[in-house]
């Protein structure tokens, strides 16, 4: 063993030293040792001195004692179903941590018994949001909202739905073979692109337990096409559920295509069901909507216990509905010149140390999370394309989009707050 090898200081040495000892007692040791290995392992291949072995090891300790890491989302997809979906508000995350300890989720405070109120802050925060629903009900996401939709009410009947509406979400999950695991059957009508009142109109038996509309949140058909409003499926004498998918609860300007919660029920939707996590911009969560005694039924059924959300979905839910703005609406909002304002400023901040970068102009989109189609016109920052890799890794990591050979970091989805950090972490990977 060469001199230099020799030296590197020993476990127990190192564990011991008060920054390590530290860290222990708030990740657990498993992950500061790790650390210590990691940091003895670059001194023995020569990288760092034995002298910076502490150092190193204090350097490599991860923020917090989880393996997910925090990315700065500057691919321009505001819900980026890879990248965890709606980033929580601030108000939303104090919520969570309010919630986390012990809190009184089901117990009544004045009276020091069991409530039976839980998630009501919740619940009546949607209904505030949407005052054309009778009732409203949270569960774990949207596809439990289906699944416990089509449990309680289509179990050994059928469900009508038109062959344009059987789709798949992603990483293989479609809906159909959800809908009919439940025991619920599948009754399809029109074709892939058109589908009317009328064949609807002509399946509808005496099994017949609703009709599933369901919002293509992930694509279009163009062309010669034709799909059945709300309106006229409500007119057909049996209850409409409406899977709205994105979570939207009244109409957005800038999304004329996007179905919403509100509109859905005036015009004669029974239930509704959406995502917390995506235009909503809360955590996961399966949104039910709609006439309080199919609500009622639904959150009755014995299903509904295995599907319930938790303390922390319940208070990042209401903290969300009630609070300032989230940032997936805040993004949506966003105009291209201030895009491009940022999108200078930070270009400035990189040509100040000598880091080529342009800003340009570029298109932005909802996401996976709805609104398939819309581009978002704004602006990023682009540099060159063998930063991709190192900056994913990084620290910060962040994750941009590759076009025409350069690496764009769209501002559109990322926080304003964090363009230092962006900077910071262009001129990490450009030394
Ligand atoms: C995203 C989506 C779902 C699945 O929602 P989860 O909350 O991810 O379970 C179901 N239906 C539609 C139309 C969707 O867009």
């Known amino acids: ?14 564990l011991a030293d008060p920054r390590l000892a530290g860290a222990a007692d708030r990740l657990g040791r498993d992950l500061v040792k790790a650390a210590v290995t990691r940091a003895q392992d670059r001194a023995r291949a020569g990288e760092i001195a034995p002298e910076e072995v502490a150092g190193a090891a204090v350097a490599e300790l991860p923020p917090a004692a989880v393996s997910l890491t925090p990315v700065i989302n500057a691919t321009g997809v505001i819900v980026h179903t890879n990248l965890g979906r709606a980033p929580l508000s601030a108000a939303a995350v ?86 009919e695991s439940t025991g619920a059957r599948l009754r399809e009508v029109g074709t892939t692109n058109r589908t009317t009142a009328a064949d609807y109109s002509a399946a509808i038996t005496d099994r017949t337990a609703f009709i599933l509309k369901v919002h293509p949140s992930n694509y279009r058909i163009e062309g010669f096409t034709a799909q059945a409003s709300v309106r006229e ?5 049996v209850p409409v559920v409406h899977d709205i998918g994105s979570g939207l609860l009244a109409p957005h300007p800038l999304l004329p295509d996007e179905p919403d919660a509100a509109t859905s029920l005036r015009d004669g939707a029974r239930l509704v069901t959406a995502s917390g996590d995506k235009l909503l911009g809360g955590p996961q969560a399966g949104l039910l909507l709609g006439e309080a005694a199919l ?16 303390k922390l979905t319940l208070a990042a839910l209401e903290a969300t509905l009630t609070g300032p703005p989230a940032p997936v609406a805040r993004a949506l909002a966003v105009t291209p010149e201030t895009l491009l304002s940022r999108a200078e400023r930070i270009v400035a901040a990189l040509a100040a140390r000598s880091v080529p970068a342009r800003a340009v102009r570029a298109d932005g989109a909802v996401g996976g999370g709805g609104a398939p189609g819309v581009t978002l016109p704004g602006a990023a920052v682009a540099v060159a394309e063998a930063l991709a890799g190192p900056l994913r890794t990084g620290d910060p990591s962040v994750t941009g989009r590759i076009e025409k050979g350069e ?3 769209d501002l559109r989805s990322v926080d304003p707050a964090d363009d230092d950090c962006l900077v910071s972490a262009v001129l990490g990977v450009s030394a």
């Open 1 to 14: 063993m060469s001199e230099p090898r020799r030296r590197i200081p020993r476990t127990d040495r190192l």
């Open 94 to 179: 104090d919520a969570l941590t309010a919630a986390a300890g012990n809190c009184d989720v089901e117990f009544d405070l004045a009276s020091g018994t069991r409530s039976r109120k839980r998630g009501q802050g919740a619940i009546d925060a949607l209904l505030a949001a949407v005052p054309g629903a009778e009732a409203a009900g949270a569960v774990n996401n949207n596809a439990a909202a289906l699944v416990l939709a089509a449990t309680a009410l289509a179990r050994d009947s059928e469900i009508v739905i038109s062959r344009g509406e059987l789709i798949e979400i992603g990483d293989r999950f479609r809906l159909p073979d959800l809908l």
């Open 233 to 237: 499926l409500a007119a057909l004498g």
């Open 295 to 310: 609500v009622a039924r639904l959150l009755r059924h014995p299903l509904a216990r295995a599907l319930r959300v938790d």
């Open 407 to 409: 690496l764009l970091l």
